[in-house]
């Protein structure tokens, strides 16, 4: 009855990185569920095409299929309703949409510059190539164009997150006294650049940052203690 988990991953098959697959990754935490995860490449896809998907997150539970990290977080309170729910009801629901909504327009644009060379660095060959093309059409420039410098991406990503930094100052969680799946969603963010940077990308001594540790140590410590490329 485990749930495969098909993950974004490069060279080393045990960093696994999506920032969209951490969200998936910690929902399934958060419901209590085994799951398996399965190495999946930009340029060879086998393990989802078949079942009509080409991006991950894509979960197989025992012959249901999903796509897309709110899909799958929706489906999994539909099927398991006597686990904790991940979107309580239509507020949570609503609630999540706006989180979303300055993760994509602030935090992505501040974490894009720190994380899309050493994402680069991190995939096998033909995957590289596949990146830099997609990747450089989608934004007009090269990668290295887009790249910034460890201390300015840094401070710029700190900065994108001071709206989180003012919220955390009066809730542990956006969830209240427990996470949901907003904190899942703006953790799958940094949690993506945590693992593919060469230097500590996260302010820990900022309200976001001690968030970002607390969600780290839940589950045993599940995500505090996955690999990186600087373990
Ligand atoms: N809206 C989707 C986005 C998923 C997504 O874009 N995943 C990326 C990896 S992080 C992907 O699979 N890209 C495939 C490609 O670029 O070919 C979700 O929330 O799951």
Known sequence: MTIKLYELTGKDEDIMFGPFCWRSRMSVLHKGLDFELVPWYFTDKSGTEDAGFTTVPTINDNGVWKSDSLEIAQY???????????INGEAELAQFQL??????????????????????????????????????????????????????????????????????????YLGGNKPNYSDYTLFGVLKWIDIVSTYDPISHDTPTGQWFDRISNLYDGYAAKVKTVRS
Do not use: W
């Open 99 to 172: 989180v979303n909504a300055v993760i994509n327009s602030n935090v992505f644009a501040a974490a894009v510059p720190a994380a899309v060379m050493q994402v680069y660095n991190l995939l096998r060959e033909e995957c590289q190539t596949y990146f830099r093309q997609t990747r450089e059409e989608a934004l007009g420039k090269t990668l290295e164009e887009i790249h910034g410098e460890p201390e300015e991406a840094k401070a710029n990503l700190a900065q994108s997150l001071s709206i989180f930094d003012a919220t955390f100052e009066n809730t542990p």
């Open 76 to 86: 999994l309170d539909e099927a398991y309703p006597d686990k904790p729910a991940l």
